[in-house]
């Protein structure tokens, strides 16, 4: 694991995301990659390397503009540093798109089930059998909130999961067990990260989402529930550009550490 950042708002989510990397970058890291939601559809480059790779390929295939998106520093756990296993991954249709940190403990057998079932799964990782049970429960419920509360329910060991559906414009949703994720909140802008680092220098309002909480992201605000569906306060924090973790004695303001 390495990096999250997410966001849904107004401006390019691509400079958006391309500035917040950067800020959780870290010398392990051996890839990375982002999510556009684009007219109805995802558009998606990740790279081998550092951000600079990324940022060349991006140079020689250029994404549409965009105001939603997901982006992700990866430090290989399952899987080889190789462009096919760098986040994000995709499910078959290639409508989900999920960056996730952490370590799904039972992936082997979901990956199994998926492939009995006919799902062609193309990385090593865990995070890509992630992406097509959301793509499942999507299906089946309609609704990004909660088929990310059924995925998470299925899952063992400790993850930070983040995704976006080419159905569901402007809406990111995320998934947490033994692992952060933070919610940033600008005006008419919503930023989601492992780190508030990563958007610190548009806002300084944050909110920890929570062990077992489930967080859907608009432009407009955030929503967050726990894994029954019952929404939770998350308890909000303010960090300070330059901080990292938002919890520094002398960065976080007014908030639990």
Known sequence: MCGIVAYAGGRSALGVLLGGLPLLEHPDCDSAGLALLVDGGLAAAKKTGTLDDLRRELRLRPLPAATTGIGHLRRATHGSPTDLNAHPHLDGSGRVAVVQNGDIADHGRLRDELASRGHELVSE?????AAHLLAGHYS????PAEAMRQVCRQLTGSFALVAVHADEPDVVVGGCRGLPLILGTGDGETFLASDPAAF?????????VGDDRVVTVRPEGAWVTDLDGVPVDPRPYEVRPGS????????VVGGSR
Not at 125 to 129: G, K, L
Not at 200 to 208: I, S
Not at 244 to 251: K, L, P, S, T, V
């Open 200 to 208: 610190a220098p548009h806002t300084g309002e944050a909110a920890a």
């Open 140 to 143: 089946s419920c309609g609704d």
């Open 244 to 251: 990292r973790d938002g919890r520094g004695e002398d960065e």
């Open 125 to 129: 990782t865990d995070t890509e059998a």
